[in-house]
């Protein structure tokens, strides 16, 4: 079983905000895949359903961005699963919008979502970093992030989330360079 979290906060004043990507695209999944009806469990929403052969929860923290390791901790134990077993779909300042780039590992960069899971199970989980580009200045990231995309955004970000639920199959079999491929082959078309 593999556990895939989405990073956002909660509520619908948050809802199409850039820090909410995370959540987007859990749902997006959840639709494409044909997942189960939303539960509330370890401190946040899942979903459980299968992509390609692979058994998956989808779960998004009811905390907010800078408590979401509470929540992916608590169902990590439960399942008796380690950091390997853990996909997180995130915002990312540092890639160019709608980029999409998968890692293992590594730093937090500054994200709060990301921080948190690291104090918790360290840094060895998987990310797929959705870009939303940077605003040019540092003064204005906290404003960018906690701001809705926009109208002329809007199409964009729809291609974007569709490719990351039709090539999701790659992702769950561990084939992290064709997701990242297929994705941008069918943000190109």
């Known amino acids: 079983m593999q556990i895939w979290t989405g990073l956002g906060n909660p509520g619908p004043a948050y ?8 959540f987007m695209a859990l749902d997006v999944l959840a639709d494409m895949h044909g997942f189960g009806p939303v539960q ?3 401190q946040g929403w899942v979903q459980e359903g299968r992509i390609g052969t692979e ?5 998004k923290p009811a905390t907010f961005m800078n408590e ?21 779909f995130h915002d990312e300042l540092d890639l160019a919008p709608f980029k999409v780039k998968v890692k ?9 979502g990301l921080r948190s899971i690291d104090a918790h199970i360290g840094p060895d989980f998987r990310r797929v970093r959705i ?9 204005r990231v ?15 970000l729809i291609e974007m989330l569709g490719a990351i639920g039709a090539e999701a199959h ?3 079999a561990g084939d992290d360079a064709r997701f990242m491929s297929d994705v941008a082959l069918r943000q190109q078309g």
Do not use: C
């Open 40 to 42: 509330k469990k370890f």
């Open 15 to 22: 809802a199409m905000h850039r820090h909410n990507v995370g």
């Open 55 to 59: 058994k998956v929860l989808l779960l």
């Open 104 to 112: 293992r590992g590594g730093g937090t960069a500054g994200h709060n």
């Open 131 to 139: 870009g939303i580009g940077h605003p040019g200045h540092k003064d």
């Open 170 to 172: 790659w992702l769950a």
């Open 68 to 88: 979401s390791g509470r929540a992916v901790g608590e169902a990590l134990r439960f399942y008796k699963l380690g950091p390997d077993a853990l996909t997180v």
């Open 142 to 156: 906290h404003g960018w992030v906690l701001g809705n995309y926009a109208k002329a955004e809007q199409d964009d």
